[in-house]
């Protein structure tokens, strides 16, 4: 594990170095055209780097994409995103166990957890650990909504056809278009975040 110095998690951004081209280490195609899609906004071209990742059980998603990115030996400036869904009814459930629970349960699963609730609100989280030799920071998206009554669109990927956002018009993120997507999305919050970062002299 590479030894860093302490985090420094920056809620909107504060800025001291500049990049015109970082990695993303991912195996997640989804996700990385999504990013690659926001940070092109700030100049800054993303290459993606496919890695096996290790993950801790944490509560909160910035420590479990710094631990991730911790314990990978590279020398390029490098990011790692761990994102997740989180119910509030359900304490934040699947949250940091979002991958698990999408592959076991799939979107009819927690659409069956939530059979007759009223209760829907959920909230999409986004977190974006980065390192470029000693400079580590933290950047966090979230944006808040409910979970539909049924799967809606076939656009984005995981949960998104039963996440209808707040600031939205009603549909799902699987109702959107990319471009509608990613101007609310917590992904493209984190993301913008860390383009303000880098490229602010």
């Known amino acids: 594990m590479r030894r860093l110095s302490a985090w420094m998690r920056y809620p909107r951004g504060d800025v001291t170095l500049t ?5 993303m280490g991912t195996g997640n195609e989804h996700k990385y055209q999504e990013a690659k899609q926001v940070l092109a906004e700030y100049g800054i071209e993303l290459e993606r780097m ?3 990742r290790v993950e801790i059980q944490a509560d909160e998603p910035e420590e479990i994409a710094e631990y991730s990115l911790q314990v990978l030996d590279s020398d390029k400036p490098l990011l790692i995103e761990d ?5 509030d009814k359900y304490g ?12 076991r349960l799939g979107n009819m699963g927690i659409l069956k957890l939530l059979e ?3 209760d829907r609100e959920a909230s999409y989280l986004s977190a974006i650990a980065y390192r470029d030799g000693e400079t580590t920071a933290t950047f966090r998206g979230e ?3 409910e979970i539909a009554h049924e799967e809606r669109g076939t656009g984005g990927f995981g949960y998104d056809p039963i996440f209808i956002p707040a600031e939205g018009d009603g549909r799902t993120f699987g109702e959107m278009s990319g471009e509608e997507k990613t101007k609310i999305s917590h992904r493209a919050r984190a993301f913008r975040q860390l383009g303000e970062w880098l490229v602010k002299q």
């Open 83 to 87: 994102a997740g869904l989180y119910i």
């Open 116 to 118: 007759g609730d009223a």
């Open 50 to 52: 496919d890695i096996e």
């Open 19 to 23: 990049r015109t081209k970082i990695w």
């Open 143 to 145: 944006v808040k909504g």
């Open 92 to 103: 934040g459930f699947p949250g940091p166990y979002s991958s698990y629970a999408l592959e």
